[in-house]
């Protein structure tokens, strides 16, 4: 097989692989952090409970994601040479942030969480709460500039260099800020960041209604079930708002990428938006379509005379993968809907005080915990397929980031030994959260005696 594919799916494994985890651990955070706001508030100790458990279940997360993340960081140095010549003079800048400032942050913190309940003061432990959240969230950020930095480079020069004989190029850092805030990292960072919280919330709802169905400490778990579907329905609302908002941001800098979401192949006022279709990339056309007209046109620009790039105005060399691109940003955003269905429902029961009456509606929410983490996933393919052929936009090409002297076999003998150890990962993320869940939370008085 070509090593350069293989090294893709290696990095593409990884990557969707750890990323289960930071949105859950961020969403989750958040989460802990409100329920030990309302214990400060009012002192109702259901609220102390309820932080506790899932904190449990953060801690789980989280260190199963730290083990995950690491493998990604070392494959920039082993199959991706050609990468790491060109952009580590940037790339390692934000990285480097995300473990100084954020990572360190939000794993001190996360210590006193989990053993300090008794040792240190309320309001400590309270603003430990906020830290982790925070933390969960800085480290996000210094991802996405890095990833953004790919998409929409900004605050650099390319410089030629001579090393051990050979000519080499370069990315060299001009401008700190421009750099970080390059156009994309501000709209990406907050369909991140809000994609996250759909996960730890629905994670929340999901789960606490099947402890219900199951009728295990069901009295615990309607309550937790009853704070996460305000918050649910909230996120998933901002989470499509900002996904739009972030889809004016990709027509102005990638309109490749957008052309590749809505399978649009001709420019012109008037783009569809098309709700089905099967994109055929050799014939340049769609089939099946199913097309709302003039709606893109009305989307990006606010006027249906908005004028919209068609791929047949790119070469064909500089086109990504447009059904990939395609299937994979209308899952995210069938799964959006979905999400929004559940979560309005829910509101609906939840004002007319019979959330925990109707079995099915518990069933559906349960079987929705996998929908945000496959609406992230997807979404992430989404955003880095419609990059292709560019692994740098416009500066440095997926064939020639990766390492020439890797041989394919290697690759591959990697990709089956990494897919073992994620399977055991996996089984034993789950395998802790069934016995945590049969645990159940710890009982009120278990939990008081803490330091005033």
Same mark, same amino acid.
């Given at each position: 097989?070509?090593?350069?594919?293989?090294?893709?799916?290696?990095?593409?494994?990884?990557?969707?692989?750890?990323?289960?985890?930071?949105?859950?651990?961020?969403?989750?955070?958040?989460?802990?952090?409100?329920?030990?706001?309302?214990?400060?508030?009012?002192?109702?100790?259901?609220?102390?409970?309820?932080?506790?458990?899932?904190?449990?279940?953060?801690?789980?997360?989280?260190?199963?994601?730290?083990?995950?993340?690491?493998?990604?960081?070392?494959?920039?140095?082993?199959?991706?040479?050609?990468?790491?010549?060109?952009?580590?003079?940037?790339?390692?800048?934000?990285?480097?942030?995300?473990?100084?400032?954020?990572?360190?942050?939000?794993?001190?913190?996360?210590?006193?969480?989990?053993?300090?309940?008794?040792?240190?003061?309320?309001?400590?432990?309270?603003?430990?709460?906020?830290?982790?959240?925070?933390?969960?969230?800085?480290?996000?950020?210094?991802?996405?500039?890095?990833?953004?930095?790919?998409?929409?480079?900004?605050?650099?020069?390319?410089?030629?260099?001579?090393?051990?004989?050979?000519?080499?190029?370069?990315?060299?850092?001009?401008?700190?800020?421009?750099?970080?805030?390059?156009?994309?990292?501000?709209?990406?960072?907050?369909?991140?960041?809000?994609?996250?919280?759909?996960?730890?919330?629905?994670?929340?709802?999901?789960?606490?209604?099947?402890?219900?169905?199951?009728?295990?400490?069901?009295?615990?778990?309607?309550?937790?079930?009853?704070?996460?579907?305000?918050?649910?329905?909230?996120?998933?609302?901002?989470?499509?708002?900002?996904?739009?908002?972030?889809?004016?941001?990709?027509?102005?800098?990638?309109?490749?990428?957008?052309?590749?979401?809505?399978?649009?192949?001709?420019?012109?006022?008037?783009?569809?938006?098309?709700?089905?279709?099967?994109?055929?990339?050799?014939?340049?056309?769609?089939?099946?379509?199913?097309?709302?007209?003039? +709606?893109? %046109?009305?989307?990006?620009?606010?006027? $249906?005379?908005?004028? #919209?790039?068609? =791929? *047949?105005?790119?070469?064909?060399?500089?086109?990504?993968?447009?059904?990939?691109?395609?299937?994979?940003?209308?899952?995210?955003?069938?799964?959006?809907?979905?999400?929004?269905?559940?979560?309005?429902?829910?509101?609906?029961?939840?004002?007319?005080?019979?959330?925990?009456?109707?079995?099915?509606?518990?069933?559906?929410?349960?079987?929705?915990?996998?929908?945000?983490?496959?609406?992230?996933?997807?979404?992430?393919?989404?955003?880095?397929?419609?990059?292709?052929?560019?692994?740098?936009?416009?500066?440095?090409?997926?064939?020639?980031?990766?390492?020439?002297?890797?041989?394919?076999?290697?690759?591959?003998?990697?990709?089956? +030994?990494? %897919?073992?150890?994620?399977?055991?990962? $996996?089984?034993?993320? #789950?395998?802790? =959260? *069934?016995?945590?869940?049969?645990?159940?939370?710890?009982?009120?008085?278990?939990?008081?005696?803490?330091?005033?």
């Amino acid at each position: 097989m070509d090593a350069v594919l293989l090294a893709r799916i290696q990095f593409a494994l990884t990557i969707m692989f750890h990323y289960i985890f930071p949105p859950l651990t961020i969403g989750l955070g958040w989460m802990i952090f409100m329920y030990n706001t309302r214990y400060q508030e009012n002192g109702n100790p259901i609220f102390r409970q309820l932080a506790h458990f899932w904190t449990k279940v953060f801690a789980i997360s989280f260190i199963i994601g730290v083990a995950t993340g690491i493998v990604m960081e070392f494959q920039f140095g082993t199959n991706w040479a050609g990468y790491s010549r060109f952009v580590g003079d940037i790339f390692g800048a934000p990285l480097a942030a995300e473990g100084v400032f954020a990572f360190f942050l939000e794993s001190s913190f996360l210590g006193i969480l989990l053993y300090g309940r008794k040792r240190v003061s309320q309001k400590l432990y309270w603003f430990s709460s906020f830290m982790v959240a925070l933390g969960a969230t800085m480290s996000a950020f210094w991802i996405v500039v890095a990833n953004s930095w790919q998409q929409t480079p900004a605050g650099f020069e390319v410089v030629t260099e001579t090393v051990n004989g050979v000519v080499i190029q370069k990315a060299v850092l001009t401008n700190f800020w421009e750099a970080v805030f390059n156009p994309s990292t501000l709209p990406r960072y907050s369909h991140v960041i809000t994609g996250a919280l759909t996960v730890g919330v629905f994670f929340i709802l999901g789960t606490s209604a099947w402890q219900v169905v199951k009728e295990r400490n069901v009295e615990f778990f309607r309550t937790s079930m009853r704070t996460a579907v305000i918050p649910a329905f909230m996120v998933i609302m901002i989470t499509m708002f900002v996904g739009h908002k972030h889809g004016h941001q990709v027509a102005e800098t990638q309109p490749a990428k957008l052309a590749a979401f809505e399978g649009i192949w001709e420019s012109g006022p008037n783009a569809p938006l098309m709700l089905f279709g099967l994109p055929d990339q050799d014939a340049e056309k769609n089939h099946f379509a199913i097309r709302i007209p003039g +709606m893109v %046109s009305l989307m990006v620009g606010g006027r $249906f005379d908005t004028e #919209i790039q068609g =791929l *047949k105005d790119f070469p064909k060399e500089d086109r990504p993968p447009v059904a990939i691109s395609f299937w994979a940003f209308h899952l995210m955003f069938y799964m959006g809907m979905w999400m929004a269905f559940v979560a309005f429902i829910g509101v609906i029961f939840w004002l007319n005080k019979k959330l925990l009456d109707h079995q099915l509606y518990l069933k559906i929410c349960a079987i929705t915990v996998p929908i945000p983490f496959l609406a992230n996933e997807v979404g992430w393919v989404a955003a880095e397929v419609g990059r292709q052929p560019w692994v740098v936009y416009n500066l440095l090409r997926t064939k020639e980031a990766v390492s020439k002297s890797v041989p394919a076999g290697q690759v591959l003998a990697s990709i089956i +030994m990494f %897919s073992i150890i994620y399977a055991l990962l $996996f089984g034993l993320w #789950i395998y802790l =959260l *069934k016995n945590q869940f049969a645990k159940g939370p710890e009982s009120i008085e278990a939990l008081e005696g803490e330091v005033e």
